[in-house]
């Protein structure tokens, strides 16, 4: 009897702090940053998997002329750089889940840091204020004290 009190009230602990970290983050726009986040990467992978894929057709000739040049295959770096290039293309051109996923995290760390980096601005601008404030001579300070009144 005391296990299942105890494991209730547990579970009932638990389930408090996730609807208060839900309604937390909702607050701060977590979720609104990484919905944007995910829209985003994509739309950026959709289009870059449309670019690799024209590029690889317009680049399809280029092989053939390559490859059957007078019924020899040419050895030389350009026909290698060809090759890892149209490779390299293949890859971009067949977009992931995984991939979607983690172009959306390069995204949203990305605006994350940027509004971090405000954050930072701003607390700077409060503490220069603060300095030149606390910097000011006692007689500032005693000259205010008198002009203001109580009412």
């Known amino acids: 009897m005391f296990e299942l009190v105890f494991v209730s009230a547990i579970a009932l602990i638990a389930l408090v702090i996730a609807l208060w970290g839900a309604a937390y983050i909702v607050q701060i726009g977590f979720l609104q ?15 870059l998997s449309s670019v690799a894929n024209v590029i690889l057709t317009s680049m399809g000739g280029l092989t053939k002329e390559y490859s ?9 770096l350009s026909y290698y750089l060809l090759v ?9 051109a067949q977009p992931t889940l995984s991939g979607i996923l983690m172009l959306a995290i390069l995204i949203f760390l990305a605006m994350a840091a940027s509004q971090l980096t405000d954050l930072i ?6 503490t220069d204020c603060h ?15 008198q002009n203001t009144e109580l009412k």
């Open 84 to 92: 890892f290039t149209q490779c390299a293309l293949a890859a971009f």
């Open 121 to 126: 601005e701003e607390i700077q601008i409060l």
């Open 68 to 76: 059957q040049n007078n019924q020899v295959r040419d050895e030389s």
């Open 33 to 47: 940053l990484i919905i944007g986040a995910i829209v985003l990467s994509f739309f950026l992978s959709l289009s």
């Open 131 to 145: 300095t030149a404030f606390a910097d000011r001579p006692q007689k500032d300070f005693e000259a205010l004290s």
